[in-house]
Protein backbone atom coordinates (compact mmCIF):
# COMPACT_ATOMS: atom_id res chain seq x y z
CA UNK A 1 0.00 0.00 0.00
CA UNK A 2 1.31 3.22 -0.62
CA UNK A 3 -0.68 5.96 1.25
CA UNK A 4 1.41 7.28 3.81
CA UNK A 5 -1.88 7.56 6.84
CA UNK A 6 -3.03 3.93 5.70
CA UNK A 7 0.10 2.40 5.89
CA UNK A 8 1.27 4.39 9.24
CA UNK A 9 -1.94 2.70 11.24
CA UNK A 10 -0.52 -0.72 9.87
CA UNK A 11 2.48 0.02 11.13
CA UNK A 12 1.04 0.92 14.46
CA UNK A 13 -0.71 -2.35 14.21
CA UNK A 14 -4.37 -1.00 13.44
CA UNK A 15 -6.02 -3.47 10.71
CA UNK A 16 -8.45 -1.85 8.56
CA UNK A 17 -12.11 -2.94 8.12
CA UNK A 18 -14.76 -1.98 5.79
CA UNK A 19 -17.69 -1.29 7.72
CA UNK A 20 -19.94 -2.46 4.53
CA UNK A 21 -20.66 -5.41 1.91
CA UNK A 22 -22.53 -5.71 -0.61
CA UNK A 23 -22.95 -8.12 -4.11
CA UNK A 24 -21.81 -5.02 -6.01
CA UNK A 25 -18.76 -4.32 -4.38
CA UNK A 26 -17.67 -8.04 -4.66
CA UNK A 27 -18.51 -8.78 -8.52
CA UNK A 28 -17.36 -5.16 -9.44
CA UNK A 29 -13.73 -5.62 -8.13
CA UNK A 30 -14.03 -2.95 -5.31
CA UNK A 31 -13.02 -5.02 -2.58
CA UNK A 32 -10.42 -5.82 -4.69
CA UNK A 33 -9.23 -2.24 -5.32
CA UNK A 34 -9.77 -1.48 -1.72
CA UNK A 35 -7.59 -4.41 -0.49
CA UNK A 36 -4.59 -3.44 -2.77
CA UNK A 37 -4.34 0.20 -2.36
CA UNK A 38 -5.94 1.13 1.07
CA UNK A 39 -4.52 -2.13 2.73
CA UNK A 40 -8.16 -3.35 3.41
CA UNK A 41 -8.09 -6.26 5.63
CA UNK A 42 -11.81 -6.94 6.37
CA UNK A 43 -15.41 -6.45 6.40
CA UNK A 44 -18.21 -6.01 8.61
CA UNK A 45 -21.93 -6.45 7.67
CA UNK A 46 -25.19 -5.89 9.78
CA UNK A 47 -29.23 -5.67 9.02
CA UNK A 48 -28.80 -2.14 8.04
CA UNK A 49 -25.90 -2.83 5.25
CA UNK A 50 -28.07 -5.63 3.67
CA UNK A 51 -31.09 -3.44 3.69
CA UNK A 52 -29.69 -1.02 1.84
CA UNK A 53 -27.79 -3.11 -0.66
CA UNK A 54 -30.83 -5.47 -1.30
CA UNK A 55 -33.01 -2.40 -2.34
CA UNK A 56 -30.56 -1.10 -4.42
CA UNK A 57 -28.41 -3.29 -6.28
CA UNK A 58 -29.40 -4.41 -9.45
CA UNK A 59 -27.12 -7.36 -9.16
CA UNK A 60 -29.29 -9.39 -7.09
CA UNK A 61 -31.91 -9.29 -9.60
CA UNK A 62 -31.56 -12.88 -11.43
CA UNK A 63 -31.27 -14.61 -7.78
CA UNK A 64 -34.25 -12.88 -6.82
CA UNK A 65 -35.92 -14.33 -9.80
CA UNK A 66 -34.64 -17.64 -9.68
CA UNK A 67 -35.86 -17.57 -6.21
CA UNK A 68 -39.52 -16.40 -6.73
CA UNK A 69 -39.53 -19.28 -9.47
CA UNK A 70 -38.32 -22.05 -6.55
CA UNK A 71 -41.36 -20.57 -4.10
CA UNK A 72 -38.79 -19.65 -1.39
CA UNK A 73 -40.04 -18.32 1.62
CA UNK A 74 -38.68 -14.67 2.74
CA UNK A 75 -36.69 -15.90 5.59
CA UNK A 76 -35.10 -18.18 3.48
CA UNK A 77 -34.33 -15.86 0.60
CA UNK A 78 -32.77 -13.62 3.18
CA UNK A 79 -30.59 -16.32 4.79
CA UNK A 80 -29.60 -17.66 1.14
CA UNK A 81 -28.97 -14.05 -0.26
CA UNK A 82 -26.62 -12.92 2.78
CA UNK A 83 -24.70 -15.79 2.78
CA UNK A 84 -23.73 -16.26 -0.38
CA UNK A 85 -23.00 -12.40 -0.34
CA UNK A 86 -20.39 -13.30 2.58
CA UNK A 87 -19.07 -16.32 1.49
CA UNK A 88 -18.42 -14.93 -2.05
CA UNK A 89 -16.66 -12.09 -0.24
CA UNK A 90 -14.72 -14.39 2.21
CA UNK A 91 -13.01 -15.84 -0.86
CA UNK A 92 -12.05 -12.30 -2.13
CA UNK A 93 -10.41 -12.18 1.29
CA UNK A 94 -9.01 -15.39 1.48
CA UNK A 95 -5.73 -13.98 0.82
CA UNK A 96 -5.39 -11.79 3.17
CA UNK A 97 -6.53 -14.48 5.85
CA UNK A 98 -3.93 -16.61 4.62
CA UNK A 99 -0.85 -14.10 4.67
CA UNK A 100 -2.25 -13.24 8.17
CA UNK A 101 -2.10 -15.95 9.60
CA UNK A 102 -5.90 -16.41 9.78
CA UNK A 103 -5.44 -13.35 12.00
CA UNK A 104 -7.08 -10.74 9.32
CA UNK A 105 -9.05 -11.34 5.65
CA UNK A 106 -12.28 -11.87 7.85
CA UNK A 107 -15.56 -11.32 6.97
CA UNK A 108 -18.54 -10.76 9.78
CA UNK A 109 -22.53 -11.76 9.64
CA UNK A 110 -24.69 -11.58 12.14
CA UNK A 111 -26.98 -13.71 13.91
CA UNK A 112 -31.18 -12.65 13.19
CA UNK A 113 -31.21 -9.27 15.79
CA UNK A 114 -34.83 -10.48 16.89
CA UNK A 115 -32.56 -13.62 19.10
CA UNK A 116 -30.59 -11.00 20.64
CA UNK A 117 -32.37 -11.98 24.44
CA UNK A 118 -32.64 -15.71 23.42
CA UNK A 119 -29.40 -17.88 24.08
CA UNK A 120 -30.18 -21.46 22.67
CA UNK A 121 -31.52 -19.22 19.71
CA UNK A 122 -28.33 -17.23 19.22
CA UNK A 123 -26.57 -20.22 19.64
CA UNK A 124 -28.22 -22.42 17.03
CA UNK A 125 -28.83 -19.65 14.52
CA UNK A 126 -24.29 -19.05 15.25
CA UNK A 127 -24.08 -22.67 14.59
CA UNK A 128 -26.22 -22.52 11.27
CA UNK A 129 -24.60 -19.37 9.93
CA UNK A 130 -20.95 -20.99 10.30
CA UNK A 131 -22.24 -24.12 8.88
CA UNK A 132 -24.16 -22.35 5.78
CA UNK A 133 -21.20 -20.37 5.45
CA UNK A 134 -18.31 -22.78 5.71
CA UNK A 135 -15.03 -20.55 5.07
CA UNK A 136 -12.68 -20.64 8.06
CA UNK A 137 -12.49 -16.83 7.26
CA UNK A 138 -16.08 -16.19 9.03
CA UNK A 139 -16.73 -14.20 12.10
CA UNK A 140 -20.36 -14.62 13.34
CA UNK A 141 -21.68 -11.73 15.22
CA UNK A 142 -23.07 -11.92 18.07
CA UNK A 143 -24.49 -8.80 20.56
CA UNK A 144 -22.92 -8.27 23.97
CA UNK A 145 -26.78 -8.62 25.30
CA UNK A 146 -27.14 -10.14 28.67
CA UNK A 147 -28.16 -13.20 26.83
CA UNK A 148 -25.60 -12.60 23.96
CA UNK A 149 -22.79 -13.35 26.16
CA UNK A 150 -23.44 -17.21 27.22
CA UNK A 151 -24.01 -17.68 23.34
CA UNK A 152 -21.03 -15.75 22.95
CA UNK A 153 -18.80 -18.71 24.91
CA UNK A 154 -21.12 -21.50 23.51
CA UNK A 155 -20.37 -20.33 19.92
CA UNK A 156 -16.57 -20.20 20.73
CA UNK A 157 -16.70 -23.56 22.53
CA UNK A 158 -17.91 -24.86 18.84
CA UNK A 159 -14.52 -23.70 17.44
CA UNK A 160 -16.52 -20.92 15.84
CA UNK A 161 -14.87 -17.47 15.21
CA UNK A 162 -17.13 -14.73 17.13
CA UNK A 163 -17.33 -10.63 16.08
CA UNK A 164 -19.02 -9.55 19.41
CA UNK A 165 -20.96 -6.75 18.95
CA UNK A 166 -22.71 -3.28 20.13
CA UNK A 167 -20.45 -3.06 22.97
CA UNK A 168 -20.51 0.36 24.75
CA UNK A 169 -19.46 0.19 28.30
CA UNK A 170 -16.38 -0.82 29.62
CA UNK A 171 -18.25 -2.94 32.72
CA UNK A 172 -19.87 -4.92 30.09
CA UNK A 173 -16.95 -5.38 27.72
CA UNK A 174 -14.99 -6.95 30.86
CA UNK A 175 -17.90 -9.48 30.98
CA UNK A 176 -17.53 -10.20 26.87
CA UNK A 177 -13.75 -10.49 27.52
CA UNK A 178 -14.56 -13.34 30.42
CA UNK A 179 -17.21 -14.79 28.23
CA UNK A 180 -14.59 -15.08 25.77
CA UNK A 181 -11.83 -16.67 27.58
CA UNK A 182 -14.59 -19.22 29.36
CA UNK A 183 -15.34 -19.90 25.33
CA UNK A 184 -11.98 -21.08 24.49
CA UNK A 185 -11.76 -23.07 27.88
CA UNK A 186 -14.76 -24.42 26.49
CA UNK A 187 -13.42 -25.51 23.12
CA UNK A 188 -10.44 -26.66 24.53
CA UNK A 189 -12.40 -29.24 26.38
CA UNK A 190 -14.33 -29.96 23.21
CA UNK A 191 -11.36 -30.86 21.25
CA UNK A 192 -10.75 -27.73 19.27
CA UNK A 193 -7.59 -26.10 17.49
CA UNK A 194 -7.61 -23.08 19.86
CA UNK A 195 -5.30 -21.27 16.90
CA UNK A 196 -8.22 -21.62 14.84
CA UNK A 197 -10.45 -19.34 16.63
CA UNK A 198 -10.48 -15.47 16.36
CA UNK A 199 -12.72 -13.34 17.81
CA UNK A 200 -13.26 -9.26 18.24
CA UNK A 201 -14.80 -7.31 20.89
CA UNK A 202 -16.81 -4.10 18.58
CA UNK A 203 -16.93 -0.93 20.93
CA UNK A 204 -19.30 1.37 19.60
CA UNK A 205 -17.58 4.73 19.66
CA UNK A 206 -19.53 7.83 17.92
CA UNK A 207 -22.95 6.69 19.20
CA UNK A 208 -21.64 7.75 22.88
CA UNK A 209 -20.29 10.97 22.16
CA UNK A 210 -24.27 11.44 20.38
CA UNK A 211 -26.16 10.03 23.05
CA UNK A 212 -23.72 12.31 26.16
CA UNK A 213 -23.29 15.56 23.50
CA UNK A 214 -27.34 15.31 23.34
CA UNK A 215 -27.42 15.63 27.30
CA UNK A 216 -25.07 17.96 27.86
CA UNK A 217 -26.16 19.94 25.20
CA UNK A 218 -29.41 19.97 27.14
CA UNK A 219 -27.71 21.08 30.43
CA UNK A 220 -25.69 23.98 28.61
CA UNK A 221 -24.97 25.15 25.14
CA UNK A 222 -21.01 24.47 24.49
CA UNK A 223 -20.26 22.70 27.54
CA UNK A 224 -16.80 21.81 27.89
CA UNK A 225 -17.41 18.44 28.15
CA UNK A 226 -19.22 18.19 24.66
CA UNK A 227 -17.09 15.18 22.94
CA UNK A 228 -14.75 13.72 24.79
CA UNK A 229 -17.29 10.84 26.42
CA UNK A 230 -15.89 8.37 23.08
CA UNK A 231 -12.56 8.17 22.89
CA UNK A 232 -12.18 8.51 26.84
CA UNK A 233 -14.41 4.89 26.94
CA UNK A 234 -12.64 3.40 24.68
CA UNK A 235 -9.18 4.29 25.88
CA UNK A 236 -10.67 3.10 29.34
CA UNK A 237 -11.97 -0.44 27.26
CA UNK A 238 -7.79 -1.07 25.92
CA UNK A 239 -6.82 -0.91 29.51
CA UNK A 240 -9.49 -3.11 30.24
CA UNK A 241 -7.58 -5.27 27.76
CA UNK A 242 -4.46 -4.85 28.56
CA UNK A 243 -5.33 -5.87 32.14
CA UNK A 244 -7.28 -9.18 31.45
CA UNK A 245 -4.87 -10.23 28.42
CA UNK A 246 -1.89 -10.26 30.64
CA UNK A 247 -3.33 -12.82 33.69
CA UNK A 248 -2.27 -16.05 34.35
CA UNK A 249 -5.88 -17.79 32.74
CA UNK A 250 -5.07 -16.09 29.82
CA UNK A 251 -1.51 -17.05 29.56
CA UNK A 252 -2.38 -19.91 30.13
CA UNK A 253 -4.92 -20.27 26.78
CA UNK A 254 -2.29 -18.31 25.10
CA UNK A 255 0.57 -21.28 25.90
CA UNK A 256 -2.29 -23.37 23.89
CA UNK A 257 -2.23 -21.92 20.61
CA UNK A 258 -4.78 -18.85 21.46
CA UNK A 259 -5.17 -15.33 19.74
CA UNK A 260 -6.38 -12.62 22.04
CA UNK A 261 -9.54 -11.16 21.04
CA UNK A 262 -8.82 -7.77 20.35
CA UNK A 263 -10.70 -4.32 20.50
CA UNK A 264 -12.55 -3.21 17.69
CA UNK A 265 -13.36 0.40 16.94
CA UNK A 266 -16.96 0.45 15.59
CA UNK A 267 -18.87 3.23 14.39
CA UNK A 268 -16.28 5.32 14.12
CA UNK A 269 -17.90 7.78 11.60
CA UNK A 270 -18.81 10.78 13.27
CA UNK A 271 -22.05 11.93 14.10
CA UNK A 272 -21.17 15.72 14.77
CA UNK A 273 -20.28 17.29 11.82
CA UNK A 274 -18.19 19.42 13.64
CA UNK A 275 -15.47 16.99 15.07
CA UNK A 276 -12.96 15.94 12.76
CA UNK A 277 -14.22 13.41 10.08
CA UNK A 278 -11.12 11.14 11.34
CA UNK A 279 -11.26 11.84 14.90
CA UNK A 280 -12.46 8.20 15.85
CA UNK A 281 -9.41 7.08 13.58
CA UNK A 282 -6.72 10.07 15.05
CA UNK A 283 -7.39 9.38 18.70
CA UNK A 284 -7.33 5.46 18.96
CA UNK A 285 -4.89 4.48 16.99
CA UNK A 286 -3.06 1.66 18.92
CA UNK A 287 -1.28 -1.69 18.65
CA UNK A 288 -3.79 -4.91 18.32
CA UNK A 289 -6.90 -2.93 17.54
CA UNK A 290 -9.21 -2.95 14.47
CA UNK A 291 -11.04 0.23 13.40
CA UNK A 292 -13.91 -0.86 10.99
CA UNK A 293 -15.18 2.07 8.79
CA UNK A 294 -17.33 2.90 6.48
CA UNK A 295 -16.16 4.15 3.00
CA UNK A 296 -16.23 7.75 3.71
CA UNK A 297 -14.16 7.55 6.77
CA UNK A 298 -11.83 5.22 4.80
CA UNK A 299 -11.53 7.73 2.13
CA UNK A 300 -11.20 10.75 4.58
CA UNK A 301 -8.10 8.84 6.88
CA UNK A 302 -6.24 8.70 3.26
CA UNK A 303 -6.84 11.86 2.25
CA UNK A 304 -5.99 13.91 5.65
CA UNK A 305 -5.35 11.36 8.78
CA UNK A 306 -2.93 13.10 11.68
CA UNK A 307 -2.17 9.73 12.71
CA UNK A 308 0.54 10.41 15.78
CA UNK A 309 1.42 7.06 16.91
CA UNK A 310 -0.18 5.06 19.81
CA UNK A 311 -2.74 7.37 21.81
CA UNK A 312 -4.76 4.85 23.77
CA UNK A 313 -1.38 3.66 25.58
CA UNK A 314 -1.34 4.97 28.93
CA UNK A 315 -4.54 7.11 28.76
CA UNK A 316 -6.56 5.34 31.56
CA UNK A 317 -6.29 7.90 34.52
CA UNK A 318 -7.03 11.06 32.59
CA UNK A 319 -9.56 9.20 30.47
CA UNK A 320 -11.51 8.05 33.90
CA UNK A 321 -11.28 12.02 35.11
CA UNK A 322 -13.36 12.54 31.75
CA UNK A 323 -15.97 10.08 33.48
CA UNK A 324 -15.65 11.18 36.78
CA UNK A 325 -16.72 14.77 35.62
CA UNK A 326 -19.48 13.49 33.15
CA UNK A 327 -20.89 11.77 36.59
CA UNK A 328 -20.12 15.18 38.69
CA UNK A 329 -22.32 16.80 35.73
CA UNK A 330 -25.29 15.03 36.29
CA UNK A 331 -24.63 12.68 33.40
CA UNK A 332 -26.21 9.06 34.58
CA UNK A 333 -23.46 6.70 32.61
CA UNK A 334 -25.37 3.80 33.99
CA UNK A 335 -28.64 5.09 32.03
CA UNK A 336 -26.58 6.23 28.99
CA UNK A 337 -24.91 2.42 28.25
CA UNK A 338 -28.66 0.97 29.00
CA UNK A 339 -30.10 3.24 26.09
CA UNK A 340 -27.68 2.77 23.59
CA UNK A 341 -27.76 -1.08 23.82
CA UNK A 342 -31.40 -1.28 23.58
CA UNK A 343 -31.70 1.48 20.85
CA UNK A 344 -28.97 -0.36 18.99
CA UNK A 345 -30.81 -3.89 19.42
CA UNK A 346 -33.96 -1.86 18.44
CA UNK A 347 -32.12 -0.43 15.52
CA UNK A 348 -30.78 -3.81 14.19
CA UNK A 349 -34.34 -5.38 14.61
CA UNK A 350 -35.87 -2.67 12.55
CA UNK A 351 -33.15 -3.03 9.66
CA UNK A 352 -34.05 -6.69 9.85
CA UNK A 353 -37.86 -6.02 9.29
CA UNK A 354 -37.07 -3.71 6.46
CA UNK A 355 -35.06 -6.33 5.19
CA UNK A 356 -37.41 -8.84 5.13
CA UNK A 357 -40.06 -6.25 3.67
CA UNK A 358 -37.45 -5.55 0.73
CA UNK A 359 -37.27 -9.26 -0.40
CA UNK A 360 -40.93 -10.04 -0.04
CA UNK A 361 -41.59 -7.04 -2.37
CA UNK A 362 -38.63 -8.18 -4.65
CA UNK A 363 -39.81 -11.79 -4.38
CA UNK A 364 -43.56 -10.76 -5.61
Not at 181 to 186: D, N, P, Q, T, V
Request: aromatic fraction near 6%.
Amino acid sequence: MSNANLKALNDLGVSIWLDDLSRRRIVSGGFGELIEGYGLVGATSNPTIFANALSKESEYDRQFEELAKAGTSVDRAVRTITTDDVRDAADVFRNVYERTGGVDGRVSLEVDPRLAHDTDKSVAEAIDLWKAVDRPNLMVKIPATLAGLPAITKALGEGISVNVTLIFSVERYEQVMDAFLAGLELAKANGHDLASIESVASFFVSRVDAEIDKRLDAMQEGHPLRGKAAIANARLAYAAYERVFATDRWNALKAEGARAQRPLWASTGVKDKSYSDTRYVDELAAPNTVNTMPESTLQATADHADVRGDLVSGKAAESQQVFDDLAAAGIDLDDVFKHLETDGVDKFEKSWTELLDTVAERLG
